[in-house]
């Protein structure tokens, strides 16, 4: 039994990490743990929680029944944010870099004894976030970890990690659940609507929550609808600007990002041109890039990054072919 001043939550945090959760209990408990782990998954699973229990399990003094303690010294330092054998890493604020500075100094902290239990542990997210150099910073300290360290990456695909880092990880992939667990899931957070948000999203339970949360799904659709209107003439460039230089701009660019990813979708089962397929792989990559950009500074004309994309659809008009039930479409009925 787990007592009732247990200080923080039981792991797993989420139904769909269970079977992840028993693979690295079972590796802990055989003291079997690879010395690094990439943990991938994608947004909306709750990776980070998932990857700190990791951590406060193999700190726990006494874990049982699977669960740290919660109430052991380890638990409580880690609790408070203040244990000296734990690191946590991922880009400072207004970047998306984690830096070379970084990496050395998690290198110096390697370097020292575990202070309060055996292990060290790290988690880093995201591993894609490392740049060659802090990739190749961290590369000794992977290849040859001292004893009882544990390196916890977290990517949102294996694929988008420098395959340096990649190889030296065991990799685990945290699936998504299926759409009945995420809307059983959904439900009981009092979730409404949570069709339709996983309809949208897929199933993301956590981002599906955040969406409800902060009320996100109808002014996505909005700009779905507004992108439909460009292409069908039914709206100037201009209006069109005036409309979106007033939402934030990194929502406007995902939300545009997420419609071009789904337009090559039907694109492509509609044998459409290469040409536009071409042109709409294109337009996707600049979209990603005005995504990274705006992440990285606040310095960024939005304004002009809308007027591209803007001119980027009015050439995409002009070559789109008839593509069928579009994704919008299927969520006009929706209130
Ligand atoms: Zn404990």
């Known amino acids: 039994m787990v007592s009732e001043n247990q200080s923080q939550a039981l792991m797993p945090a989420y139904p769909w990490q269970a079977t992840l959760w028993e693979q690295f209990v079972s590796l802990r408990d055989r003291g ?12 909306g699973l709750g990776a980070r929680k998932l990857a700190r229990g ?22 409580l330092l880690l609790k408070a944010g203040s244990h000296p054998d734990f690191k946590s890493l991922e880009p400072e604020e207004k970047s998306t870099q984690i830096r070379i500075d970084q990496i050395r100094e998690l290198n ?33 300290n992977l290849e040859e970890p001292a004893a009882q360290t544990l390196f916890i990456l977290i990517a949102e695909h294996g694929n988008k990690v420098l395959p340096t880092i990649r190889s030296r990880c065991r990799q685990f992939q945290l699936p998504a659940p299926s759409r009945e667990l ?33 009320d996100s799904l109808a002014e996505r659709q909005a700009i779905q609808q507004d992108i439909e209107k460009l292409l069908g003439h039914q709206s100037t460039a201009s209006a069109m600007s005036k409309r979106w230089s007033a939402l934030e701009p990194p929502t406007l660019f995902s939300e545009l990002l997420r419609w071009a990813e789904s337009e090559i979708r039907r694109a492509s089962l509609a044998n459409a041109s290469r040409k536009y397929v071409t042109f ?10 005005k995504c990274a950009l705006l992440g990285s500074s606040a310095n960024i004309n939005a304004a002009l990054l809308i007027d591209e994309a803007i001119f980027d659809l009015l050439g995409l008009a002009r070559i789109r072919p008839k593509l069928g039930t579009s994704g919008v479409d299927r969520h006009d009925n929706i209130d």
Not at 56 to 75: D, E, T
Not at 280 to 289: A, G, H, K, N
């Open 54 to 75: 990791m951590a406060n399990y193999v700190l726990c003094s006494q874990p049982s029944h699977a669960q740290a303690c919660g109430n052991c010294k380890a638990c």
């Open 32 to 43: 079997a743990l690879p010395h690094a782990i990439l943990l991938c998954a994608e947004n």
């Open 108 to 140: 110096a902290f390697l370097a020292q004894t575990a202070q309060q239990a055996a292990w060290k542990i790290v988690v880093l997210e995201p591993a894609q976030a490392m740049n060659v150099n802090a990739a190749n910073a961290l590369l000794k």
């Open 182 to 214: 995420a809307l059983d899931w959904l439900s009981g957070q009092g979730v409404k609507g949570a069709e339709t948000l996983v309809d949208y999203l897929g199933p993301y339970p956590l981002l599906a929550l955040e969406w409800y949360q902060h």
């Open 280 to 289: 709409m792989f294109q337009f996707c990559d600049r979209l990603r890039q």
